[in-house]
């Protein structure tokens, strides 16, 4: 079943938690960039790990399949290819969820190093189609290059892409877009009281 088609400021909750200042603060001037890696940085190393991790499974295949055959006729091919597809899934999984929480880390700065189209880093989200990928609106944060240098500045009549007060799990965050709900969730820092949006605190 997806998230309700609401805005995060449609949410129950929305003005307790700002209150709270667990929403994206964007900033008034550019950031500079958090500590260690970007966004970028992070997804330049997921991509050259999955060609890192294709070419090591060629070299290991052309080296042991031989070997596996003849020790395994039968089941040393079957055992070789679902081993390293394992590892290989495995480690693409992984990487892939670091590159989404170093992502999700610069979007609660209020920038982001990583203006994706469409991206999703935390699994199939509990989507109909496997292959689903979220649209991402990044017009509500900074977009800065890899070196911290301003690509485009956030209009602040757009809800930012970050965690919100969930419209699926009451009491928890999850991360809206700029367009849609992903099912990512995060426990807040602390409680907020979820309440109508038309009632602020």
Not at 72 to 96: E, H, N, Y
């Amino acid at each position: 079943m997806s998230a309700p088609a609401l805005n995060p400021s449609q949410v129950d909750g929305f003005f307790a938690a700002r209150a709270l200042g667990l929403l994206p603060q964007v900033p008034e001037a550019p950031p500079g960039p958090l500590p260690g890696r970007t966004a970028r940085r992070a997804f330049t190393t997921w991509l050259a790990s999955i060609g890192v991790g294709a070419l090591g499974w060629i070299l290991f295949a052309s080296v042991f399949s031989g070997v596996l055959n003849r020790w395994f006729p039968l089941a040393g091919p079957d055992a070789l290819v679902l081993g390293a597809v394992s590892v290989f899934g495995l480690l693409f999984v992984r990487l892939r969820a670091r590159v989404g929480e170093v992502f999700l880390d610069e979007l609660t700065a209020g920038y982001t190093t990583l203006p994706l189209t469409v991206g999703a880093f935390w699994g199939v989200n509990g989507r109909r189609r496997i292959n689903y990928q979220e649209p991402w609106d990044f017009r509500g944060v900074w977009v800065l290059d890899g070196r911290g240098a301003v690509r485009s500045a956030p209009d602040r009549d757009i809800d930012p892409p970050g965690l919100y007060p969930s419209p699926e799990r009451p009491g928890q965050l999850q991360v809206w877009t700029g367009t849609v709900w992903a099912r990512k969730f995060r426990a807040p820092a602390q409680p907020f009281v979820t309440q109508p949006p038309g009632r602020q605190p």
